[in-house]
């Protein structure tokens, strides 16, 4: 009996659990990308009500929440979602992940979402990344939340794996 505990605790926490693998992505640089990029970042929007209603879908699905914060001026902003709009990746992400876009402007909007999980002033880069537990509202990725400011330097699946990291 003693050595099942141990097993059955493992098997309740979730962080425990083996990762989920990324899956494979064709496109080996963002030459391959469908041209335009995508405008992901709707200007003027609400940005806390967007998020509000991310977050009770992705709790309810058992999903988490992805705040991808950027600016449709930034090129590293549309790569990562063009990268997210891939065949190869965009089932994957929108069955582990509620995905939504928050317009930062210049580093001048919306700064209240960052803040709301602990990051205040102004963003290191974007685009900023937020992975949230939708279920206790906390930073999955703390300390990772501008890891994809450059994302021009990796490779589509180098993306996907980064988004698997946290799954």
Known sequence: MKRLIPLLLLAAVPALAAPVAAPHVAARSFEQLAKPLPLPYAEGADADAAVAAAKARARQAHKLLLIDLGGNWCLDCRLLAGTIELPDLN????????VVTVDVGRFDKNGQIPAHYGIT?????????????????RLVNKG?????????????????????RWV
Do not use: I, M, N
């Open 121 to 137: 002033g102004r963003l290191a880069g974007v685009p900023a990344v937020l992975v949230v537990d939708p279920r206790t509202d």
């Open 91 to 98: 089932g994957w992400v929108k069955r582990h992940y509620e």
């Open 144 to 164: 990772h939340e501008t890891a994809l400011s450059d994302a021009r330097s990796l490779t589509p699946q180098a993306l996907a794996d980064w988004l698997a």
